[in-house]
């Protein structure tokens, strides 16, 4: 395995560790688990300092990752946050990756967003054909015993749990 | 134009109604897409167990297209061309494209640093629409795209994008030495692609697990293994154990990802509370069945934030985890040459093809394992004769 060796770095490295006894010694380029889905070429030791795309116009809300400066040169362009959800992912972006609360909040913000779908699609005249977008027509195709009994056993439940909550009060 | 457009958790619309996309830097391109599949992750985001993915957005990874427009920065890419596509945007220049680990590159998704961006894969990998559409915006046209070498059939062209290297890399990633026994779990399309490369890499003995007798025998046929319905075993990790001399095997390779099933308890947190990414039963498998000092190859797809797993075997078998998202544009020379020399066969994955104006339904069958699914094609309507 070809090794890389930057003549700076070295230079860093040596004189920091000049004094250490045994520095090195036994260090084997072999050994790297990286290896072959890494090339080690020193790239990593550039830092930020590479050559940049140039930047994409910023014409839409875009958040980035609190574990980065900035955002990145290029970015998608799909479904620019909007509305509650909207507001909800603006305030995921506020924590870390690493935090737990970050992805919950975007998971709420997904929910909402669903909502917000539904009423998107009345306000501009469609009526979303559920039928057709759950692809049920396939599981009558293929699938139709196990599909409608599914629907029956939920059906039911529903029925259940209505007639439950609208019983009259003896 | 005709798009996929995501309208919640199990639900999507074909619509013709969407917005073509435009050129928005000056190294983007525009594609119109010939083909594009359907893959097993994307179904991580139809399933709702992804987060930030938004209402409106096209999904699609996995696709080939001619270009129809570039921007006034890019060099190599010209109108016409027909071009494979990686699903993974990679700018070429970050220190981590620069040692070709183009699946991480760190210029291409603001939202997350713990991913490159991707094709129409949520906001957690850059907020870009996918090619499960007539029209895709392609940006870093100058190093992904890659022309698709002449007499190459299509269909081999579009299972280079992420399939075949993701499963030839799970095997990679696995250090498989001759005669090595790898056990892949997952009989998906990926689980079946790493099994096949397996071989390449001199495994003595290849066992594929899963629990759809109809993809364990393609499986077996495919990738000439062995193959194993788990749901027939009282416990996967003894059967697996006993069938290694009771060590335990060389190599585990987890192809399934969050949405794996064998763990009700797995599947109440991870899949109905959302209290972990999905069910990482797979994971916990492969730590379990691979021998000590073994590897463990990762190239199931897991959401954050986070998810259960035996790290204390993990410590004490003194186990190697290898995991990446696949670097498509390092291998695809080598994939090219397989695949011209005959000796891997992408597109036998390819089970349907299935015009895109009926994508709903062809998630549903995938999402379901209807009709004997492997892998659906979609066929845009303008490029049926491309």
Same mark, same amino acid.
């Given at each position: 395995m070809e090794r890389y060796i930057d003549p700076e770095m070295d230079r860093r490295i040596a004189d920091t560790v000049k004094n250490i006894p045994g520095w090195g010694m036994d260090a084997d380029p072999e050994n790297d688990p990286t290896y072959p889905m890494k090339k080690r070429n020193g790239a990593d030791y550039e830092r930020i300092h590479y050559e940049k795309a140039p930047q994409q116009p910023v014409n839409i809300p875009v958040f980035h990752s609190i574990e980065r400066p900035g955002i990145t040169r290029v970015f998608g362009t799909s479904t620019p946050p909007s509305g509650l959800s909207g507001l909800i992912r603006k305030q995921a972006f506020k924590s870390s990756e690493a935090k737990g609360t970050h992805w919950m909040t975007l998971v709420l913000a997904d929910k909402v967003n669903v909502v917000e779908g539904v009423i998107e699609d009345l306000k501009?005249?469609?009526?979303?054909?559920?039928?057709?977008?759950?692809?049920?027509?396939?599981?009558?195709?293929?699938?139709?015993?196990?599909?409608?009994?599914?629907?029956?056993?939920?059906?039911?439940?529903?029925?259940?749990?209505?007639?439950?909550?609208?019983?009259?009060?003896k | 134009m005709l798009a996929m457009n995501f309208r919640g958790p199990f639900?999507?619309? =074909?619509?013709?109604?969407?917005?073509?996309?435009?050129?928005?830097?000056?190294?983007?391109?525009?594609?119109?897409?010939?083909?594009?599949?359907?893959?097993?992750?994307?179904?991580?985001?139809?399933?709702?167990?992804?987060?930030?993915?938004?209402?409106?957005?096209?999904?699609?990874?996995?696709?080939?297209?001619?270009?129809?427009?570039?921007?006034?920065?890019?060099?190599?890419?010209?109108?016409?061309?027909?071009?494979?596509?990686?699903?993974?945007?990679?700018?070429?220049?970050?220190?981590?494209?620069?040692?070709?680990?183009?699946?991480?590159?760190?210029?291409?998704?603001?939202?997350?640093?713990?991913?490159?961006?991707?094709?129409?894969?949520?906001?957690? =990998?850059?907020?870009?629409?996918?090619?499960q559409a007539e029209y895709v915006r392609v940006p870093y046209a100058d190093v992904g795209p890659t022309l698709?070498?002449?007499?190459?059939?299509?269909?081999?062209?579009?299972?280079?994008?992420?399939?075949?290297?993701?499963g030839y890399q799970a095997a990679e990633m696995g250090g498989i030495q001759q005669g090595d026994t790898v056990v892949v779990f997952g009989a998906g399309p990926i689980g079946i692609m790493a099994a096949r490369c397996a071989w390449l890499f001199g495994a003595g003995r290849v066992i594929v697990i899963d629990h759809l007798e109809y993809r364990l025998e393609f499986a077996r046929n495919y990738a000439f293994c062995e193959a194993y319905n788990f749901k027939e075993m009282d416990d996967p990790v003894v059967f697996l154990k006993k069938a290694t001399d009771w060590l335990g095997?060389?190599?585990?390779?987890? =192809?399934?990802?969050?949405?794996?099933?064998?763990?009700?308890?797995?599947?109440?947190?991870?899949?109905?509370?959302?209290?972990?990414?999905?069910?990482?039963?797979?994971?916990?498998?492969?730590? *379990?069945?691979?021998?000590?000092?073994?590897?463990?190859?990762?190239?199931?797809?897991?959401?954050?934030?986070? *998810?259960? =797993?035996?790290?204390?075997?993990?410590?004490?078998?003194?186990?190697?985890?290898?995991?990446?998202?696949?670097?498509?544009?390092?291998?695809?020379?080598?994939?090219?040459?397989?695949?011209?020399?005959?000796?891997?066969?992408?597109?036998?994955?390819?089970?349907?093809?299935?015009?895109?104006?009926?994508?709903?339904?062809?998630?549903?069958?995938?999402?379901?394992?209807?009709?004997?699914?492997?892998?659906?094609l979609l066929i845009p309507p303008r490029a049926v004769t491309a």
């Open positions: 501009n005249g469609i009526f979303p054909n559920f039928v057709a977008e759950l692809g049920w027509k396939a599981e009558w195709q293929y699938n139709r015993k196990k599909f409608v009994t599914r629907i029956a056993v939920k059906a039911l439940v529903v029925a259940a749990v209505v007639g439950w909550l609208t019983r009259k009060k | 639900r999507i619309r =074909a619509d013709r109604n969407r917005p073509e996309p435009k050129i928005e830097h000056p190294y983007d391109a525009i594609v119109q897409v010939t083909r594009s599949l359907i893959c097993g992750s994307d179904l991580h985001l139809y399933h709702g167990l992804v987060p930030d993915t938004r209402v409106g957005m096209t999904f699609g990874h996995e696709f080939t297209g001619v270009v129809v427009e570039v921007g006034s920065g890019v060099q190599k890419l010209k109108v016409g061309d027909h071009v494979l596509v990686p699903f993974n945007i990679a700018c070429g220049s970050c220190p981590f494209c620069k040692q070709e680990l183009y699946g991480n590159c760190h210029e291409s998704n603001p939202e997350a640093t713990a991913s490159a961006g991707f094709f129409g894969y949520a906001h957690i =990998a850059g907020g870009y629409d996918g090619g698709i070498p002449e007499g190459m059939d299509i269909e081999d062209a579009v299972m280079l994008t992420d399939v075949t290297p993701t095997a060389d190599v585990c390779i987890d =192809a399934v990802g969050c949405d794996a099933v064998g763990s009700t308890i797995q599947d109440i947190i991870g899949k109905q509370l959302l209290m972990e990414a999905g069910n990482a039963t797979a994971f916990h498998w492969a730590i *379990n069945s691979v021998k000590k000092g073994g590897i463990v190859s990762v190239v199931g797809v897991y959401g954050p934030p986070w *998810n259960l =797993a035996p790290l204390g075997s993990l410590m004490n078998k003194g186990i190697t985890v290898r995991a990446n998202q696949a670097s498509v544009k390092r291998l695809l020379p080598k994939l090219i040459e397989h695949v011209m020399a005959g000796r891997l066969n992408p597109k036998g994955l390819i089970s349907h093809r299935i015009p895109l104006e009926d994508i709903s339904d062809a998630y549903r069958m995938f999402s379901a394992k209807l009709d004997g699914m492997i892998k659906p």
